[in-house]
């Protein structure tokens, strides 16, 4: 970016560690009694949106030098490295700009990456659909939902209990939030929800990786491969800077 005339500042990959996916149910004790359902992190990670370099930087060029530099980062068309994620949606992208450069610098052939990448990624939530989907998740979301009953929290899942915090006028309080929060993690463990979705994500996890062998062996060799060279890319950087 910089040799073409733009600015950009490196960030961190995950600015608050503690930020976590529960995509069944939180089954997280300390951490619901710590986070509840995770506004705090939400807030924190909007207020880093708010304050990123990169984004100050590019907000504040004018609308011709914001679309130098989005064709700079992502390239012009046409759109010819181009993969199919399993559920058919066809991805494209340019071989040029700033992106494009730089995987095709770490991973070898900008291609085969970008093949492999588009499938890898797209197994989370095909992972996660099938889950859900699977009779047996149901099964234990019944005795999951009698626990929350119990505790005085009516809900039909853990989905349903989410969605029915986060959208309460007035919203929870924090410590309305944290209890709730506890309260799901607690039921998730005494009824077996937390151990059959545990179960579950790793048969459908295997079943995946088998099922696309390829394109995850093409793209953890592709990961291996770039270490080095990423190593002596940054140790240059440092040298020169």
Known sequence: MQRKGFEYQPVEENPIPEAREFP????????????????????????????????????GLPAKQRAAALTAANGSRPLTVTARAPDGMLYQRSPEGCQSEADATLYGNLGNWFRASVTVDALTEIRRARV????????????????????GHPSSSPTDSRAAAGSRRPPLSRNEEIALAVTEARCAHTSGLAETARVLDLHYARSLQRQYHQAVRT??????NALPRARRLTQTADTTS
Not at 136 to 141: D, H, L
Not at 219 to 224: A, G, K, V
């Open 219 to 224: 793209y953890r060799e592709l990961q291996r």
């Open 132 to 151: 859900t989907a699977d009779p047996r998740f149901a099964e234990a979301v019944k005795p999951w939902v009698t626990c929350m009953r119990a505790a």
């Open 24 to 59: 069944y149910v939180l089954n997280d004790v300390a951490w619901a009694r710590k986070h509840g359902y995770g506004t705090d992190i939400q807030h924190d990670l909007s207020e880093l949106r708010k304050t990123d370099a990169n984004q100050r930087y590019f907000r």
